[in-house]
């Protein structure tokens, strides 16, 4: 992650994402190490009708 693309001062960030959508899920952890002083995450769960796999969105993802 390029220090260009962090944001610091951040505390508290919402985020909508779609579990259901394997694109979305894979892209969370890269985006949450945009926000390295995050204290409080909120997180909204959309649902989607048609997944586009059979993809668990509590499969283990490396966050290094």
Request: net charge positive; glycine share 2%.
């Amino acid at each position: 992650m390029s220090p260009a693309n962090m944001v610091p001062s951040v505390k508290i960030l919402a985020l909508k994402v779609r579990f259901g959508i394997r694109k979305e899920t894979k892209m969370l952890p890269t985006f949450l190490r945009c926000f390295p002083n995050v204290e409080t995450l909120h997180v909204m769960v959309r649902n989607t009708h048609t997944p586009s796999s059979s993809f668990s969105f509590l499969e283990i993802t490396s966050c290094s």
